[in-house]
């Protein structure tokens, strides 16, 4: 991942999802690892190619497939992107499109907080902001709603499992509300 990305930002978003991910496989008994590398790599390619035209996520694909990485990480970052022809049908693959927006929108909530903290956020004051079109306008609402939906999951309670877990990281992700927050800003 050091090798591929240089933005602190997007590290910080990588890490933001690995928790998430940590988080759902915890909760649905599978592998914590395998789903973390999951979450970490989902966006390897995305400061170098940052858009389909460009060949995200395809290009990540191609280099973890030339390290013999296993199809099921691979397959996993191809269903997250929805023009990639790939179909979410595992829960691993629903999990990493479900947290992918989610992560980058509570990360601009806790932004906007006195603190600049996620421990100010709550499942309330995203629910409040995703109504605000607004804010965090690069988000899509659709995304995150149908992450839920294709999850199984009450949308609050998704919130909640992602908010979870990543205030449990929010230290590495300069949103601990110390003074090293300064520099975070959503998702590039």
Known sequence: MCEWISSPNLRKHLLSVEAAMRAYAQRFGEDED????VGLLHDLDYERFPS????HPFRAVEA????MVPSVIT?????HADYSGVARTSRL???LFACDE??????????VKPGRSLAEVDVRSVQRKMKDKAFARAVSREDIVRGAEELGMPLAEHIDTVLKAMQRIADDLGLGGGAASPGVTARE
């Open 64 to 67: 973890l497939e030339a390290m």
């Open 102 to 111: 989610l992560t980058g929108f509570i990360i601009a909530v806790a932004l």
């Open 34 to 37: 395998l789903w973390g590398v």
């Open 93 to 95: 693959e629903k999990a």
């Open 75 to 79: 397959r996993a970052i191809l269903s």
């Open 52 to 55: 389909a035209e460009a060949g």
